[in-house]
């Protein structure tokens, strides 16, 4: 067991060898999702009853529940890729950690944005300071920086050490800025309306926001194996199995052999 | 070990009195930024009273901000913090020194001229006592907090610029339960709890903010 550990930890840390695996794993990521995807958003779209208190507008929850819990669960990934990076000196983690940094903000924007829908008709504007929305606006602010590093940082080995280390540290603050904006909100808005938070959801609305949110964890994956790749091409573009990979690479006009 | 930490500190100490301009820089912004909020929504004592927490909070954080340069750059520029690092004695101890000396020069003025603020913003009698015990138990979090970013924007041209795009989220804790404790004094209520939550940030971010500053610090060396 712990011998197998070690050899997959080592073939983590080749470039080569996540190239190939995850080039072969990336299209089962993709069909798996789509499929969750598309059953999901059916089901939850054009199946699921109506919420009795807000009608329809509640379908909003199959896409803003999984990007918001993913662009949680993306910044704790990217910290926890930036400590392994950090403690055991492994390159291919920081690539992953670098990655998820704009996808986990995108996911972030997403979520605001389809949480700022959700909230026109049921709130009756577009904005609340709503303890969901301000921590998540908060994460969005988190993600900043840790992009901000990036960009600023032009060696890049420091730049992703130093991401690391924000992300470590962001990633320890997190459930305190949680639960302070909580406590806040609670402070100063005792009338709020909680939606998601409902104790029971019927199973026939619980079920497809289930399969969305794998979905959204399998098209992640496969969203972060293709920059990942992208990332590595460019990295080891002078070594041998990049090259001998644009060689053998089939091209579309074949002109030459 | 102990030796060369108190000379770091007198060394620090004399250093930041040397150049007296650089700490009255973040008091007089400190200053500067409460008086705009009167200008800019409105002078009536009522409602400056009610927003007065929040704007000295807000403004106690970004003269902080501004201070965080005076941590490690100059020691950056003349060579002397890669010295430092190099030295036999641990880095965490040399951070803790660093910050203890910036909460004195940049993070304790701030507890001092608070009070005057309250003064000018209108803010009710009942809120002078938890503005002074909010500063002084909270501004070393911001002290400690802002070591990660000075830490990790030291050698970067552009790190002023940067720095509170990192830590600014990273305060938003200590601004949640510092302007709520003067707000509940401010009415009278108790106010120990959001103390007990400022001091066990204390204690969390003493703990965790120096090593992610010393390491931060060796990367930027590194550079």
Known sequence: ?257 | MNGSMKALFKRDMLLAFRSRGDLLNPLMFFLMVASLFPLAVSPDPLFLGQIAPGVIWVGALLATLLSLDLLFKSDFEDGSLEQMLLMPQPTLLMVIVKVLVHWLVAGLPLAFIAPLLGLMLGLPSGGFAPLMATLLLATPILSLLGAIGAGLTVGLRKGGMLMPLLILPLYIPVLIFASSAVQAGVLGNSYVGHMAFLGAYLALTLVVAPVATASALRISIAR
């Not at chain 1, 704790?76 to 390159?91: E, Y």
């Not at chain 1, 690391?164 to 402070?187: C, D, H, Q, R």
Request: aromatic residues 14%; hydrophobic residues 55%.
């Open chain 1, 1 to 257: 067991m712990w011998t197998s550990l070690k050899r997959l930890y080592h073939k983590m840390g080749s470039p080569k060898w996540f190239y190939e695996i995850s080039t072969r794993w990336s299209p089962w990521f993709l069909l798996v999702g789509s499929a969750l995807m598309l059953t999901g958003v059916v089901w939850g779209l054009a199946f699921a009853p109506a919420d009795y208190l807000q009608g329809n507008s509640f379908r909003i929850i199959y896409i803003h529940v999984p990007a918001s819990l993913l662009s949680q669960s993306a910044y704790i990934m990217m910290a926890a890729a930036g400590l392994v990076g950090l403690v055991w000196k492994m390159k291919m983690s920081f690539v992953v950690a670098k990655v998820i940094a704009p996808i986990g903000a995108s996911l972030a924007i997403m979520s605001l944005l389809t949480g700022a829908i959700w909230g026109k008709p049921t709130w009756g504007t577009w904005w609340v300071w709503d303890a969901r929305l301000t921590s998540m606006l908060i994460l969005l602010f988190l993600y900043f920086g840790v992009i901000a590093i990036y960009n600023a940082i032009e060696n890049e080995e420091m730049a992703n050490k130093a991401a690391g280390i924000l992300a470590i540290v962001g990633s320890i603050n997190i459930p305190i800025i949680k639960y302070s904006v909580e406590w806040w909100n609670t402070l100063h808005q005792p009338a709020t309306i909680t939606m998601t938070k409902k104790p029971t959801m019927a199973p026939e609305m619980f079920i497809p926001l289930l399969l969305t949110i794998i979905g959204f964890y399998c098209w992640f994956a496969v969203w972060v194996f293709a920059r990942t790749r992208n990332e590595l091409l460019w990295r080891e573009r002078r070594t041998k199995w990049v090259k001998n990979l644009v060689i053998n690479a089939p091209t579309n006009s074949g002109a030459h052999q």
